[in-house]
């Protein structure tokens, strides 16, 4: 069973930092972009970052840029997003999602067909 698991979600204060990881279980994340999306209460659910296979791409949402930071470390089959400065805005649910990618060298991208995803963990900026 292909499983994405993310961790690391909570409460912190405005200008705090919080690190998601992403997990895979059942298969190997070496032919995969990753994606972190998120969806806050009441909101459609939007790309913050992605990842390449190869991770020599990275993308990030307006919002997000020189805020978080993503990485992957294929030894231990898990990505990860750093989050610095986070503003109450960031305030959702926060999920993971693997993209097949083909060729070493393909960029990442924010969009296209996503599978699996990860449950989601709550990361709530207030103080």
């Known amino acids: 069973q292909l499983q994405l698991v993310e961790s690391g979600g909570g409460l912190v204060q405005p200008g705090g930092s919080l690190r998601l990881s992403c997990a895979a279980s059942?298969?190997?994340?070496?032919?995969?972009?990753i994606g972190w999306f998120r969806q806050a209460p009441g909101k459609e659910r939007e790309g913050v970052s992605c990842?390449?296979?190869?991770?020599?791409?990275?993308n990030y949402a307006d919002p997000v840029k020189g805020r978080f930071t993503i990485s992957r470390d294929n030894a231990k089959n898990t990505v990860y997003l750093q989050m610095n400065s986070l503003k109450p805005e960031d305030t959702a649910v926060y999920y993971c999602?693997?993209?097949?990618?083909?060729?070493?060298?393909?960029?990442?991208?924010?969009?296209?067909?996503?599978?699996?995803w990860g449950q989601g963990t709550q990361v709530t900026v207030s103080s």
């Open positions: 999602a693997a993209q097949w990618q083909t060729l070493l060298r393909s960029p990442c991208v924010l969009s296209g067909n996503f599978d699996p």
């Open positions: 059942g298969f190997t994340l070496d032919y995969y972009a």
């Open positions: 990842i390449s296979r190869s991770g020599s791409s990275t």
